[in-house]
């Protein structure tokens, strides 16, 4: 029987609250604008975390030194993957750099690009990704 993590289960302690924060704040800036949609979905993911704006001003402040924190646990990581691809998604484009970073902290924690591609696909209501080069029978 598989269990239901929700984020607020996972993400258990202050320090890995504002990891995760940082990272979304990666991806949100990847493309040097911060359109409505993206800034709502911060706050929405801050509020739902209980950070305040004083305990995440220093990371929107320092966003140029920045990178990746990668989780050590394999249900954070992937809980974490799929919310920095709703935050690419959050203004209807794909932004090369946007997507870049989401495939860098794809690879960072095991996946492939496929499977980064399928979570796109099916979080953009596409449906999963359809084997391009599906096997062949000899």
């Not at 990891?19 to 739902?48: C, K």
């Not at 920045?66 to 989780?71: G, Q, R």
């Not at 935050?87 to 989401?102: A, F, N, S, T, V």
């Amino acid at each position: 029987m598989q269990s239901n993590h929700s984020l607020e289960d996972v993400l258990n302690t202050q320090q890995k609250k504002l990891a995760f924060f940082q990272n979304l704040l990666l991806v949100a800036a990847a493309d040097g604008v911060l359109d409505d949609e993206e800034g709502q979905f911060l706050l929405q993911i801050g509020d739902r975390l209980g950070l305040s704006a004083e305990e995440v001003q220093p990371l929107a402040d320092n966003l140029g030194v920045l990178s990746f924190i990668v989780p050590a646990e394999g249900l954070q990581r992937t809980m974490e993957l799929q919310t920095l691809v709703q935050m690419m998604l959050q203004d209807g484009q794909i932004d090369p750099r946007e997507y870049g970073l989401c495939m860098e902290y794809a690879n960072r924690i095991g996946y492939s690009k496929a499977i980064l591609d399928d979570m796109v696909s099916q979080l953009t209501g596409s449906g999963p990704v359809k084997n391009a080069n599906p096997p062949t029978v000899s």
